[in-house]
Each structure stands twice: as structure tokens, then as C-alpha cells.
């Protein structure tokens, strides 16, 4: 700013950010403000803090593209106007240096200027069908400043180039032959920069971008160079060699860097004093206009009038400069407010969110630990149904082993019953012998009798009486003793079918108790192994429930530490909003306390002109 000069080269392959970083982008996603609006903001910084009273400063920019179609011959495009096939030549005012003649010099106001002429660069470049990457683009900043007092006129150049230099990738092997060739010209070129960082031979020899970064490169003047690199695996080579040659550069600039100096010119030189000498003609010019007053000489005070106009317009004042900080200032405000609101809005969202997600997940938990109650409280219905079963099926049992005891005994019973009638049916026999013997003994009496009666047939109708008296008792005992057996048979065909009947029985009891014993067991096994089965699959659903509740837990609590540090960050955004308040109500302070002291000085000055143009008219009427 008081007279340096100096240079920002950005380097790298194509797409890795150069122009992003020195232009920024207009991407409505993610916009952002390149270093050459920093270096415009600090433009206007310097001349507010730094300029003394009554020091007025010209700012002008060039931008230029320089590429290679041919990939032999080099072309100069102006990204400001229309021209082409610009040439790079000697500046007639300073022999040190190279300067492209044609090129458009804009003064710079704002940085809004500043930005606009980014801007339309780019969108010139973009439509100048150069393929991107393969071209240089240069934008020159020059800053002329002059303080004139009573004793001495001071006048300062400097400038600063900023280059965003071409993609720095060798050819791909399937390229064209014109694209190799364009390569291989950006690579020599690059090359020749860094050696010409060395040697003020290389840099007038060597291409139109080393010729024209001449006096911003190394000696004395300050060189920054941006290195961009990508992350990609592929790009790693081209990584390597763009970190290489930074490191080349870096190392060539440290051993002839000696630091920047003021750049003092000449009068005649200087654009601002060309400037200043049209002002003071045209007031000269006017003052001589100022009685007359035929139509074309009134045009001609117009033309003057506007032509003062224009150059004040292109001049730089602290006032000015303020007042373009102060715009830049309510911009910036108005940005962070709507950032502040933007901010605010996407943490109360994600607050939301997070809040909304946390309890969806409770619910989800809470459903889930329901679930499982209530899946245990089936499982133990249904194993409480299960052991009940169970005990119905031991009670049945029980009563069919009691059933079966029952049975056993009435067969031991029906056992002692037919041994009583089978004792019963020996004593029959027993009686049915005896009466047999009796007959017998009866018999042989009879024959003895009838002996008898041969010799005492007198007493044999006595003894025939006595006889048939015996016959009938005979007979009533015969039918007694076949009454005896027929009821003896009979009795013993009940008592045999009886115990057929409970043989059988007891065989269907026990072919029932045993069934009933398997089927028992089976129904028992089925049970404790489905209850096992509900059971394991119960601990297994338990255990991942309880897997899942300490992760949801886990959960729960990173979104709470996230919701705290979130909290955490709008305090501290806050804090920091306070601090940017503060210091932004001390800088209005300190600004409405300069503006008061130059609305003093403005009101000094007024009085002054008022003192000299009273003098003029005074001097005019003697
Ligand atoms: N730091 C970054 N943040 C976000 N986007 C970026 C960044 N750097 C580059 N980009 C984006 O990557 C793309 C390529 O970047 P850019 O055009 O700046 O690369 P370049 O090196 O200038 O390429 P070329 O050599 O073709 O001019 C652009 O869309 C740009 O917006």
C-alpha cells in the first residue's frame, strides 16, 4: 500500500481448488469469497486506518488470460474487454518491467467493484472456450497514493499480481497430440518460473507470464504461493510434484528474498498526478468558461464538470474508503444476523429432531420391554397351565394306580371267595363220598336184610316197609346230593366267569394304567421340553432385549452428550455475538467520533472555499 510490490501464485492440478481459492465461487450452495476479495477488504482497511489526512489513492485492476491453443504459440486475452492477441512488451515507464499493452486498467471504488470484476472475468473466461485448467489467469492490482503538503509532494506505487496459474498434471497418455503439446507448454512454463525466481535473465526470457510477473517475483519484492492438493489416492503423484515444486519455490524465494522496499516514482509517471494535473486544468478551464455564456461553451463546462466528476470518482479518500468499509460492514451484519437465524434455526431443528428421535426410540423401547412383559407373562400362563396339566395327569394317575390297588385287592378278594367255595365244594364232596359209603353200608345191610328175609320173610313186610321208608329217604338224599352238584356246578361256572370277568378287567386296567402311564410320560416330556423351548427362547428374546436397551441407552446418552455440546456451541455462538456486539458498538463509536472530527475538518474546509472563492470573486471584480 506504500509502495511494494508483490505476488500470489496459486498452483496445483486442474480441479484442485485454485481458482476457488483466489476467485471463491458463486455456487449458491456453498458460496464463498476468494483471497482477492480479502485482499480488496484490506485494500480499503489500510487506506481507513492508515492514510493521513488529505493522501488520496488510485486502485486499478487488469486481468488477463494467458494460454496456449497450439500448445506452441502463447495468446494474452483481456478478461476485462474485448481484445485479443495482446502482446507483452517493455514498460516504457519502467525498464525493470513488462507490461501488455492493450490491456484495460478498471479503477476500483468498492469491493463490490472488485467483485464484479472477478465476476465478469470469469464469466469471460468461461466463455472463451479455453478449456479449463489450460490457461493462466493473471489479475494486477496497483495502488498509486499521493500526499502533497506546503513543503514536498510524495508519491508511491505498488502492485500486486495475483496469478491462478494452469493445471499442473502431465498428458494423460490417451490425450491428443494438441493436448500433450499444451501440457508440456504449461509444464515449461511452470518450470521456467521457479528458475526464473533465480535469475532476473530467466524471468525476461522466459514466457509471457514470467516476463510479466518480473518485478513481482523474487528480489525484493514478496511472493506467496498457494499449493492445492486434492485427497484423492489417484491424484498422489501429481500431489508429490506439486509439493515438490512449492518446496522448490519456497526454497528459492527464502535465499533471495531481502524483503520488500517502498516504490517511489516519478511525477511523470504517476497516473494519479496525470489525474490530478486534468483535474486542476479542468478548474482552470472552467474559471476561464465561468462568464461566458453561449450555448457550446455551457456544454463544454458541462463535459468539464463531468469529467472532474469522474476523476474524484476514481480517487480513494479515508472517507471514502470508510464508507465502503462501513457498507461492507452493514453487508457483513446483515450476513451474520442471517447466519445467526440460519444457525439458531438448524440447531432448534436438529434439537428437535434429536428430541423427537430420543422419544421414538424410548416409545420403541418401552414397546419393546411391554412386549417382552408381556411375552413372560404368556410363557409363565403357559407353563403354570403346563405344571397344572401335569398335576391333573399325576392326580389321574395316582387315582389309577389307587383304581388298580382296588382292582388288585377285589381280585385277591374274588381269590379268597373261590377258595371258600372251592373248600365248600371239597366238603360237598367230602358229604356226597360219605352219603356214597352210607349207600354202600346201606346196600349191604339190604342184602343182608334180603338174606335175612329168605329166612324171615315176616318180618319182611315190617323191613319192606322199613325199606321203602329207607328208599325215600334214599331218594330225597340222592336228590339232594344231584341238587348239591348241579348247584355246585353252577356255583362254580359263576364263580370261573366271574373271575374271567375280572382277569379281563384287570387286564384292561392294566393295559389302560400302562397306556395311560405312557401317554402320561409322553405328555410330560412334550410339556417340559416345549416349556424348555419357550423358556430358552425366552432368555434368548430377554437377552437381546436387554442387548438392545443398553445400546438404546447408549444411544439415548451419545444424544444427549450431543444435544449438551450442541447447547455447549450455542452458548458459546452466543458469547461470541455478544463480544462481536461490543466490539462492533465500540468500532460505531470510534467510527461516529472520526466522522464527527472530518464533518468538523469538511465544515473548516467549506469556510476555507468559501474564504478562496470570495477572494477569487474579489479579485475578479478589481
Ligand atoms: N475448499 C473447497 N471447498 C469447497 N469446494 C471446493 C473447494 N476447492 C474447490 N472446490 C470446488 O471444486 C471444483 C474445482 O475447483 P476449482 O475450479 O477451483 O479448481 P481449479 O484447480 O481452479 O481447476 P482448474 O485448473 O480447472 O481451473 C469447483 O466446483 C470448486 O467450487
Not at 303 to 323: H, P
Not at 346 to 368: G, I, N, V
Request: charged share 30%; hydrophobic share 35%.
Amino acid at each position: 500500500m506504500e509502495g511494494g510490490f508483490g505476488s500470489i501464485l496459486c498452483h496445483g492440478i486442474t480441479g484442485s481448488g485454485k481458482t476457488y481459492c483466489m476467485s471463491g465461487t458463486e455456487d449458491t450452495a456453498s458460496p464463498s469469497l476468494g483471497l482477492v476479495h480479502g485482499v480488496g477488504q484490506r485494500i480499503f482497511e489500510h487506506i481507513r486506518d492508515q492514510a493521513a489526512a488529505g493522501k488520496v489513492y488510485l486502485v486499478e485492476a487488469s486481468y488477463a488470460q494467458i494460454y496456449s491453443q497450439d500448445g506452441t504459440s502463447e495468446k494474452i486475452m483481456d478478461l476485462l474487454a474485448d481484445a485479443d492477441d495482446l502482446e507483452v512488451q517493455p514498460d516504457p515507464q519502467n525498464p525493470q518491467s513488462f507490461m501488455c499493452a492493450g490491456l484495460q486498467r478498471v479503477p476500483i471504488r468498492s469491493l463490490d467493484d472488485m467483485q464484479q470484476l472477478v465476476t465478469q472475468g470469469q464469466r469471460r473466461l468461461a466463455a472463451s472456450g479455453v478449456e479449463a485448467g489450460r490457461s493462466h489467469c493473471v489479475l494486477t492490482l496497483t495502488v498509486e497514493s499521493l500526499l502533497e503538503s506546503a513543503q514536498q509532494t510524495e508519491l508511491a506505487k505498488g502492485k500486486l499480481m495475483l496469478a491462478d496459474l494452469a493445471g499442473s498434471e502431465a498428458p494423460a497418455a490417451e490425450s491428443s497430440e494438441v493436448a500433450r503439446r499444451q501440457a508440456l507448454s504449461i509444464n515449461r512454463t511452470l518450470a521456467s518460473l521457479s528458475l526464473a525466481v533465480n535469475s532476473a535473465e530467466a524471468l525476461v526470457k522466459g514466457s509471457s507470464l514470467t516476463q510479466l510477473l518480473r518485478d513481482c517475483l523474487g528480489g525484493s519484492a514478496r511472493t506467496l504461493l498457494i499449493a492445492t492438493i486434492g485427497p484423492e489416492m489417484e491424484d498422489l503423484e501429481e500431489t508429490v510434484k506439486t509439493l515438490t515444486y512449492a518446496q522448490q519455490m519456497l526454497t528459492s524465494l527464502t535465499v533471495r528474498a531481502s524483503g520488500a522496499g517502498m516504490n517511489r516514482i516519478d511525477q511523470d509517471q504517476s497516473s494519479l498526478v496525470q489525474m490530478k494535473d486534468r483535474h486542476n486544468e479542468c478548474i482552470r478551464m472552467l474559471r476561464e468558461k465561468v462568464s461566458d455564456s453561449r450555448e457550446e461553451e455551457q456544454e463544454e463546462r458541462r463535459r468539464l464538470q463531468q469529467e472532474m466528476s469522474e476523476i474524484n470518482q476514481r480517487l480513494l479518500t479515508k472517507d471514502s474508503a470508510e464508507k465502503t468499509l462501513e457498507e461492507l460492514k452493514q453487508q457483513q451484519f446483515s450476513k451474520m444476523n442471517e447466519m445467526r437465524t440460519e444457525i439458531s434455526q438448524a440447531m432448534s431443528e436438529q434439537m428437535d429432531q434429536l428430541r423427537k428421535q430420543s422419544q421414538l426410540e424410548l416409545d420403541q423401547l418401552r414397546a419393546s420391554v411391554e412386549k417382552s412383559q408381556k411375552e413372560q407373562e404368556t410363557a409363565k400362563r403357559e407353563a403354570e397351565a403346563h405344571e397344572a396339566a401335569v398335576a391333573k395327569l399325576q392326580v389321574m394317575l395316582q387315582e389309577a394306580q389307587q383304581g388298580k390297588a382296588a382292582a388288585e385287592q377285589e381280585a385277591a378278594a374274588l381269590k379268597v371267595s373261590l377258595a371258600t367255595a372251592e373248600e365248600r365244594a371239597k366238603g360237598l364232596q367230602v358229604r356226597q363220598e360219605e352219603l356214597r359209603k352210607e349207600r354202600a353200608d346201606f346196600d349191604e345191610e339190604r342184602k343182608l336184610l334180603r338174606q335175612q328175609g329168605e329166612q324171615q320173610w315176616q318180618r319182611l313186610a315190617a323191613l319192606e316197609a322199613e325199606l321203602s321208608k329207607f328208599r325215600s329217604e334214599a331218594e330225597a338224599q340222592r336228590k339232594e346230593i344231584e341238587r348239591l352238584n348241579v348247584a355246585q356246578g353252577e356255583e362254580g361256572n359263576i364263580l370261573r366267569s366271574e373271575r374271567e370277568a375280572w382277569r379281563a378287567r384287570e387286564r384292561e386296567l392294566q393295559a389302560e394304567v400302562s397306556d395311560f402311564q405312557k401317554k402320561s410320560e409322553i405328555q410330560a416330556l412334550k410339556v417340559s421340553r416345549d416349556h424348555n423351548e419357550a423358556m430358552s427362547k425366552l432368555k434368548t428374546q430377554v437377552e437381546r432385549l436387554e442387548v438392545e436397551a443398553s445400546a438404546r441407552a447408549e444411544q439415548l446418552l451419545e444424544a444427549q452428550k450431543n444435544v449438551a455440546s450442541l447447547e455447549a456451541e450455542r452458548v458459546l455462538a452466543l458469547h461470541r455475538e455478544d463480544a462481536i456486539r461490543q466490539s462492533s458498538a465500540a468500532e460505531i463509536r470510534k467510527w461516529q467520533e472520526e466522522l464527527e472530527v472530518s464533518r468538523q475538518g469538511e465544515q473548516e474546509l467549506m469556510q476555507m472555499l468559501s474564504a478562496v472563492q470570495d477572494g477569487i470573486i474579489a479579485s475578479a471584480n478589481r
